[in-house]
């Protein structure tokens, strides 16, 4: 999986990058196939906007599932933790979609044997 970082507006913290693509990765374990995601970052410079001036935009492309999760947070590491537990959530249905729930008993096994 392909990770990109685009910023806005905004200074990223220095472990930022090195988290991201920790997180995401994880995501490999649904088996969904995800080509590239794109992690933009982007900071409000209103003052008004106080505790959700940083939002963070997660947007997946390739052959796989288009997602895409959104969040606003006092930092840009808050913000992308909300972002990926969203992502994660839509994987997480996704790989739920696609297993095979087959409701054979043991009973009904054994009697056709």
């Not at 080509?35 to 982007?42: I, K, Y």
């Not at 939002?55 to 990926?84: K, M, Q, Y």
Request: a neutral charge; aromatic letters at 4%; glycine letters at 2%.
């Amino acid at each position: 999986m392909k990770i990109l970082i685009h910023t806005r507006n905004a200074a990223l913290a220095e472990d930022f990058k090195q988290i991201a693509e920790e997180k995401l990765n994880s995501m490999e374990r649904f088996s969904v196939v995800i080509d590239r995601v794109e992690v933009e970052v982007l900071h409000e410079a209103n003052p008004h906007q106080g505790k959700h001036s940083h939002r963070v935009i997660l947007t997946s492309h390739g052959s796989g599932p288009l997602l895409r999760a959104e969040a606003a947070e006092f930092n840009d590491l808050a913000a992308f933790d909300a972002a990926i537990k969203t992502f994660a959530l839509q994987i997480r249905k996704i790989h739920e979609r696609t297993k095979d729930h087959d409701r054979t008993t043991l009973r009904k096994m054994k009697s056709e044997s």
